[in-house]
């Protein structure tokens, strides 16, 4: 009963000034407030407070249209990107180096003898059809060439395009295969691979526009089926060693060697080696700008002992990073020729974006919804890192296998014909689906910092010709203590990198539009359009408050009015006065009158009508009783 009250008290308090109806409160608004339109409204005659009410409501539409736009462009989370320049010694950038071909063929061609006795068929058949249909029933290993056959397709009849194998022993619409091979080298046909599943009741054509093209993606298909079945350090050392690759070493001032590189293997190019990575020593700083203090190298590529079908570019891949960033470096990389010196030149960018809800940037990725394969290797996140992680983790899905040149998770197995003999069909497939690539797109998130390195890149001839001669002498001397010439300029590469100078970009993302640019733009177009301020605002506010609380009063008084009905409805006639109540309480043989009354018959309409008494008896229904919560409500004045 005591929270009522006081609730009822509360209620009449706050809304004693501007009143218990909604055009008081409207009056009283239009009054007090500090905004010119509706002031006018009020103070105006009839006409003028049409006008001023139509002026007051359009220019309240501008506002509200033109803050909507404001905070539409406030919540689209636009950036601006400032370019500051600074000058500072800074830290000499990770470089990985890496040899264009991954093994030595004199290692490997051991595992490969099958492999390029069927290469060197498949391209006898393609360069002399009639040579190699005589050949193509020596002894070759028919397994490979069963499970993943180049084909070549006549279509020339575009309703009816013809499958014709390469060795011509079996094929799909024709009988007779050497003369069909022999017109088929001419225009209108291509080189397609065949990519079969379910035992080869489920296949598809990947087609090639020239042979060069089909013969060496089969090569490396097939090689990596056959590399895929070797263990790793085993596959270290059939690459080129450090000590072998490495001839001399020179940054700044101090020398250095091939035990200053941190060895990593990439299939791709077999054994790589990284200076400077920062791993288990600090970064080392560069001392100056300039050749003289960068790092110098002159490295031995062999080219001599190649992979003739699986390497068909001769020199060194090298790459600038990040400390601590594992190099992609067959996507970020740049060629070395040999027999030139490179000096490349390097510039700084560093990159810092926004995170959210400006980007999807990450700091370590560790929002990212995909395991990182490269974790091992204990080196930061890149989102390179994250798309190669998501496309392994579907070739395991799907395939049930993780391919060769991705790392694998614990527990898995590379794939290769003998125990997954679907996985070229499923990887082929996996490769070229656009959904695949969207959804590790979007799942991927870039990294809100970054380094960047601008390299700009001159080459000369190296060594010269008047010094070619005793440069090679004293090389080949201290690599094979010999007093022979055992290198050549095609397996020399000599390398300058350096700083050009100390200036680094810092490109930095900053909010376009923040909260003060927000609330200026609201404040002045509602200051323009309706001259008014942030308290006009609060004025607004404390009236649609206001508001609120008269429709709560109205509705307290309405359930009060229906609950009095409620209350009144269960009794036929008045309400008991004093005295039969009091004589109900004395007198156990008093009896209300309950007899139904009409105001037409009287009170008692079977008899005459009592003669009115000369002096009236006392008005006791002045005492009737009331509710006790009324009387507490009337006494404090807050009687509704």
Not at 289 to 300: N, Q, R, S, V, Y
Not at 382 to 409: E, K, T, V, W
Not at 590 to 601: E, I, K
Request: proline share 6%; hydrophobic share 35%.
């Amino acid at each position: 009963m005591h929270v009522k009250k006081y609730l009822l008290k509360c209620l009449h308090r706050l809304q004693k000034g501007p009143g218990y109806t909604y055009k008081e409160l409207l009056v009283w608004y239009c009054d007090n407030t500090n905004t010119h339109g509706p002031k006018r409204i009020i103070c105006e005659g009839p006409k003028k407070k049409a006008v001023w009410f139509l002026i007051t409501l359009l220019f309240a539409a501008l506002v509200c249209w033109q803050w909507s736009i404001f905070i539409k462009t406030y919540l689209s989370w636009e950036v601006s990107v400032s370019l500051s320049v600074g000058f500072k010694t800074m830290d000499f950038p990770a470089v990985t180096i890496c040899n264009a071909s991954p093994f030595k063929y004199s290692k490997v061609k051991h595992l490969l003898k099958d492999l390029d006795e069927l290469m060197e068929a498949v391209l006898e058949s393609i360069l002399a059809p009639e040579l190699g249909h005589a050949n193509a029933t020596r002894a070759l290993n028919s397994s490979i060439w069963n499970h993943t056959p180049l084909v070549l397709i006549d279509e020339r009849n575009h309703h009816h395009p013809v499958v014709l194998d390469l060795f011509g022993d079996r094929h799909n619409g024709s009988s007779n295969s050497s003369a069909s091979e022999k017109i088929c080298n001419a225009q209108g046909c291509k080189m397609a691979m065949r990519l079969c599943s379910l035992n080869g009741t489920q296949c598809t054509f990947r087609n090639f526009t020239s042979a060069t093209q089909a013969v060496t993606e089969w090569y490396i298909l097939q090689a990596t089926n056959i590399f895929a079945q070797v263990p790793q350090q085993e596959l270290v050392e059939m690459s080129y060693p450090g000590e072998q690759m490495i001839l001399a070493c020179l940054f700044g001032a101090e020398p250095c060697n091939y035990r200053n590189f941190t060895p990593i293997f990439y299939p791709h190019y077999g054994n790589c080696y990284i200076f400077n990575w920062g791993m288990t020593e600090k970064a080392l700083p560069s001392a100056n700008p300039g050749t003289e203090f960068g790092l110098k190298l002159i490295l031995d590529i062999g080219q001599e002992d190649y992979v003739p079908f699986l390497t068909s570019t001769a020199g060194v891949r090298l790459m600038l990073h990040e400390q601590r960033s594992y190099p992609f470096i067959r996507d970020e990389g740049i060629y070395a020729m040999s027999g030139t010196e490179t000096s490349i030149g390097v510039l700084v960018d560093k990159l810092q974006r926004m995170g959210e809800p400006y980007s999807q940037c990450t700091v370590n990725g560790s929002e990212v919804p995909i395991p990182n394969f490269y974790s091992d290797y204990n080196t930061t996140y890149s989102i390179q890192a994250c798309l190669r992680s998501c496309f392994q983790d579907h070739m395991i899905r799907n395939c049930n296998c993780g391919h060769y040149l991705y790392p694998l998770p614990r527990g898995e197995k590379y794939c290769n014909n003998r125990d997954f003999p679907d996985w070229a069909h499923c990887y082929s497939d996996l490769q070229m689906s656009v959904a695949q690539r969207e959804t590790c797109i979007r799942m991927c998130k870039e990294s809100c910092n970054d380094t960047q390195y601008k390299m700009t890149i001159s080459m000369a001839d190296w060594p010269s010709e008047a010094s070619e001669d005793w440069i090679f002498h004293v090389l080949s001397q201290e690599r094979d203590q010999s007093t022979n010439i055992t290198l050549s300029r095609k397996g020399i590469v000599k390398l300058n990198i350096y700083f050009q100078e100390f200036n680094y970009r810092t490109i930095e993302e900053s909010a376009a539009n923040n909260i003060v640019w927000l609330l200026s733009n609201l404040g002045g177009q509602f200051g323009f359009w309706m001259g008014g301020s942030v308290l006009c605002l609060i004025e607004f506010g404390e009236i649609i408050i206001d508001f609120v609380w008269i429709t709560i009063i109205k509705l307290v008084a309405l359930a009060k009015s229906l609950r009095q009905r409620r209350a009144q409805a269960n009794y036929s006639g008045p309400p008991p006065t004093v005295a039969e109540l009091v004589g109900a309480h004395t007198n156990f043989s008093f009896q209300p009158d309950t007899a139904p009354r009409s105001p037409n018959t009287g009170p008692y309409p079977n008899e005459q009508a009592l003669p009115i008494p000369g002096t009236p008896p006392p008005n006791y229904d002045s005492l009737r009783l009331q509710p006790l919560d009324v009387i507490e409500s009337e006494s404090d004045g807050d009687a509704i």
